[in-house]
T-cell receptor
Framework: GAVVSQHPSRVICKSGTSVKIECRSL??????MFWYRQFPKQSLMLMAT?????????EQGVEKDKFLINHASLTLSTLTVTSAHPEDSSFYIC??????????FGSGTRLTVV | GENVEQHPSTLSVQEGDSAVIKCTYS??????FPWYKQELGKRPQLIID?????GEKKDQRIAVTLNKTAKHFSLHITETQPEDSAVYFC????????????FGPGTSLSVIP
């Protein structure tokens, strides 16, 4: 089946620094990637839709200048959390549609900002 | 946009009993309804899904029903086992097969041995 590799799995960073999260589709060319954020004991909330070769589409309330998304190729999408603050600490996960209504999820990134 | 509600938020059942989780969605254009099981710190795992052209689907101990008119869908787990304990999310997706998935708030299921 389709596989997406997400790195890093865990990251701790200092407040004010930036963190890049990568999602790479290993056996599928993904024109679209979705980025979700999940706070403890909450649901997965869609942050943005990443489209290869074009600007990402952000959900209402998500700061596009803070969460930079780049989808420069059909196999790689990145999410950069800029000037991270403790309230950005969360579980970030990518997913892409594999066709026929299926979705493949990355393994997630646990971000802790101290 | 689409909004998915889910009840109950927590559910405890005795091992061997059945568990039912109910969801509603708001956008009548949605036509794909997956259910995911998520263990702590891990990615969601698809356990069953249903498309709008069917009303019921079953896979061993798990079944899903869909009422498109009422915009309701439900997950039924029979003969529950301790390993069924996890958080379950219902979700809805729009017509195209490359569209975003909107998740419900989740149900924390505990199966008591």
């Amino acid at each position: 089946g389709a596989v997406v590799s997400q790195h890093p799995s865990r990251v701790i960073c200092k407040s004010g620094t930036s963190v890049k999260i990568e999602c790479r589709s290993l056996d599928f060319q993904a024109t679209t990637m979705f980025w979700y954020r999940q706070f403890p004991k909450q649901s997965l909330m869609l942050m943005a839709t990443s489209n290869e070769g074009s600007k990402a589409t952000y959900e209402q309330g998500v700061e596009k200048d803070k969460f930079l998304i780049n989808h420069a190729s059909l196999t790689l999408s990145t999410l950069t959390v800029t000037s991270a603050h403790p309230e950005d600490s969360s579980f970030y996960i990518c997913t892409y549609p594999t066709g026929d209504y299926g979705y493949t999820f990355g393994s997630g990134t646990r971000l802790t900002v101290v | 946009g689409e909004n998915v509600e889910q009840h109950p938020s927590t559910l405890s059942v005795q091992e061997g009993d059945s568990a039912v989780i109910k969801c509603t969605y708001s956008d009548s254009a949605s036509n794909y309804f997956p259910w995911y099981k998520q263990e702590l710190g891990k990615r969601p795992q698809l356990i069953i899904d249903i498309r709008s052209n069917v009303g019921e689907k079953k896979d061993q101990r798990i079944a899903v029903t869909l009422n498109k008119t009422a915009k309701h869908f439900s997950l039924h787990i029979t003969e529950t086992q301790p390993e069924d304990s996890a958080v379950y999310f219902c979700a809805a997706s729009f017509e195209t097969s490359y569209d975003k998935v909107i998740f419900g708030p989740g149900t924390s299921l505990s199966v008591i041995p």
